[in-house]
């Protein structure tokens, strides 16, 4: 990795990750599969997320003495896929922390300008006191994760997370630069953006290819 703040970027690259995002990056991936993989993933990708979760100590007992236990403390999590595509990694987020509850925001990359449009937001009320995690599979030119941020940061939000499966390093660098408090968790870091603005060698359209609309 060579990011300015690069201390910011997690790159979740444990073997089953890889192993799994091959897989996924296959063109001949059916769309079953396809989504499976993609649920899998984020919640292997929720586990790096939520390393950093204050603990506090509980007593519990056991059928043979009392434990000194501990268990997760703090504040609540929301989860804000952006969607189509994000919409996929939920599940996966929820299988790990159930209690989450879930903001939707609508974004469309227009195909000429690569640009972002909002078409949709629906947020819990109390979003800006939540860990906020946008869940999005592709990080491209950044236009829809920084657009998402900007949402969440004028919705009140202060602790923000953005977790993709996979990145191009423009995009990374986008984000980046743009919010000086957020953090990238991606399975993996890719070359680069070709003239359609797709990452290169991604895996493609992702909302397509998870709700088989191509
Ligand atoms: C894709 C993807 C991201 C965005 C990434 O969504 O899921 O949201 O593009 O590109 P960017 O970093 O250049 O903004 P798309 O707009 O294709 O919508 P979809 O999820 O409905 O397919
Ligand atoms: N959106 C996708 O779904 N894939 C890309 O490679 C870029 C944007």
């Known amino acids: 990795m060579a990011f300015e703040n690069e201390e910011r970027v997690v790159l979740v690259d444990h073997p089953m990750v890889q192993h799994k995002l091959a897989i996924l990056r296959d063109k001949t991936t059916p769309s079953k599969q396809f989504r499976e993989l993609v649920r899998e993933l984020a919640m292997f990708e929720t586990f790096e997320v939520t390393r950093d979760l204050p603990l506090e100590e509980v007593f519990v007992e056991t059928p043979v003495a009392e434990a000194k236990c501990k268990i997760v403390k703090g504040r609540k999590m929301a989860i804000v896929p952006i969607l ?55 990080l491209a030119t950044g236009g829809s994760s920084l657009a998402a941020i900007e949402y969440l940061r004028e919705c009140g939000v202060k602790s923000l997370k953005l977790m993709v499966l996979v990145a191009a390093p423009e995009g990374i660098r986008a984000v980046l630069d743009a919010d000086p408090d957020v953090t990238v968790y991606t399975c993996a870091i890719d070359d680069g953006l070709n003239d359609a603005a797709y990452i290169v060698p991604g895996l493609g359209d992702a909302g397509d290819r998870i709700f088989g609309t191509k």
């Open 84 to 138: 189509r595509a994000g919409l996929g990694m939920v599940e996966g987020v929820l299988d790990l922390v159930p209690a989450a509850c879930v903001g939707h925001l609508g974004m469309e990359r227009d195909e000429q300008t690569h640009r972002p449009r909002e078409y949709y937001a629906k947020m819990p009320k109390d979003i800006a006191d939540r860990d906020v995690l946008i869940v999005d599979p592709m």
